[in-house]
T-cell receptor, first 113, second 116 residues
Framework: AQSVTQPDIHITVSEGASLELRCNYS??????LFWYVQSPGQGLQLLLK??????LVQGIKGFEAEFKRSQSSFNLRKPSVHWSDAAEYFC???????????FGKGTRLHILP | DGGITQSPKYLFRKEGQNVTLSCEQN?????MYWYRQDPGQGLRLIYY???????QKGDIAEGYSVSREKKESFPLTVTSAQKNPTAFYLC???????????????FGAGSRLTVL
């Protein structure tokens, strides 16, 4: 069955520290992978996506993610977080020609001053 | 600016009442989606539509209905048959249907439904 797992429900980091949010997927076809961010009470915004090619992808707001096929992972990273990064982050997976996108349950990021 | 407009932002209803959530997009996107979001549950797909006058059930369609009479509009009705309708509802759209790539979703700001 297709699924996305985000093992961390909450993560707390200090402002200026590095960040890594984990995402593992189970998908029969070659996956297309996404990270979205959601501020409280708002819709989701695309941070970055991976379709093919270079396995390290750059996104908006200084985020990057690395696709590791052998580990079925697509972890999100940022070298130095800012207080404005506090939000909920969702990993999602789809496939070529498939209209359905499957989302993980999200990781809420808290930033300490 | 192009985007997706959801209304109302907040909605209260009594048990046993149907309620319709509006979703309008001016992005000229082909596909539209409705997701339900509950705390700690992520996003779950209710219905999606790839073209006008056609739609498919998602993972949790029971107690919901939709229509797609116009490309830009995809309203969701939460019926009295939905046993636990209190949730945050998100509408999304995508342009890349059938274009060979997976869909990048553009989301509206959401509608919060509370059943009293």
């Amino acid at each position: 069955a297709q699924s996305v797992t985000q093992p961390d429900i909450h993560i707390t980091v200090s402002e200026g520290a590095s960040l890594e949010l984990r995402c593992n997927y189970s998908y029969g076809a070659t996956p297309y992978l996404f990270w979205y961010v959601q501020s409280p009470g708002q819709g989701l915004q695309l941070l970055l996506k991976y379709f093919s090619g270079d396995t390290l992808v750059q996104g908006i707001k200084g985020f990057e993610a690395e696709f590791k096929r052998s580990q079925s992972s697509f972890n999100l990273r940022k070298p130095s977080v800012h207080w404005s990064d506090a939000a909920e982050y969702f990993c999602a997976v789809g496939a070529k020609g498939d209209d359905k996108i499957i989302f993980g349950k999200g990781t809420r990021l808290h930033i300490l001053p | 600016d192009g985007g997706i407009t959801q209304s109302p932002k907040y909605l209260f209803r009594k048990e046993g009442q149907n309620v319709t959530l509006s979703c309008e997009q001016n992005l000229n996107h082909d596909a539209m989606y409705w997701y339900r979001q509950d705390p700690g549950q992520g996003l779950r797909l209710i219905y999606y539509s790839q073209i006008v006058n056609d739609f498919q059930k998602g993972d949790i369609a029971e107690g919901y209905s939709v229509s797609r009479e116009k490309k830009e509009s995809f309203p969701l009705t939460v019926t009295s048959a939905q046993k636990n309708p209190t949730a945050f509802y998100l509408c999304a759209s995508s342009v890349d249907r059938g274009g060979g790539g997976a869909n990048v979703l553009t989301f509206g700001a959401g509608s919060r439904l509370t059943v009293l």
